[in-house]
């Protein structure tokens, strides 16, 4: 189990899913304002386990201004492999959006996740286990923004908040 103060700057290696999953909830479970994501298909970290759930469920309810993008490479799965995640974007639509990369951007490999512009997780490549958790590092988490902003200009919305698409 991980162990990190949130007040602390350091950068953690990760080796393997189970600490990236935990990884991300630690670092999901931080976050007062913004949650930017970046993942081939969010299938093997954890997205849609009761844990993962609770923790952004207990994030929107901090805050009303409490905002989660996720963007995907591949999209095609979530209606069938993320039901809890999807059933959480219908709860909070209004803070919640899946979008899925435009081609420009599917050599993109590296999933990451930046919180509150502070604390970052960044694997660095989808197909293999290795990574960090970095915390209080706004340096490279504007990095990781900044390459999430020119995902975000050519990505199209991959889940609807309703069932009707309306």
């Not at 350091?10 to 600490?19: H, K, V, Y």
């Not at 993962?52 to 996720?70: C, G, H, K, M, T």
């Not at 095609?76 to 999807?86: G, Q, V």
């Amino acid at each position: 189990m991980l162990r990190v103060d949130p007040e602390s700057a350091q950068c953690l290696p990760l080796e393997g899913r189970l600490a990236h999953a935990e990884a991300l909830d630690l670092l999901l479970g931080w976050a007062q304002l913004t949650i930017g994501v970046f993942d081939f298909d969010l299938l093997d970290t954890g997205w849609n386990s009761p844990r993962r759930i609770a923790v952004l469920s207990d994030y929107f309810q901090r805050s009303r201004n409490a905002r989660l993008e996720i963007f995907l490479r591949d999209a095609s799965r979530i209606n069938l492999h993320l039901p809890r995640l999807l059933a959480l974007l219908r709860t909070h639509g209004h803070a919640c959006r899946i979008l899925e990369v435009g081609e420009d951007a599917q050599a993109v490999y590296d999933p990451f996740a930046i919180v509150d512009n502070r604390h970052y997780w960044h694997r660095f490549h989808f197909a293999q286990p290795r990574g960090e958790l970095g915390v209080q590092q706004p340096a490279y988490a504007a990095e990781l923004a900044r390459r999430l902003r020119e995902i975000k200009e050519i990505s199209v919305p991959a889940a609807s908040p309703t069932i009707l698409g309306l």
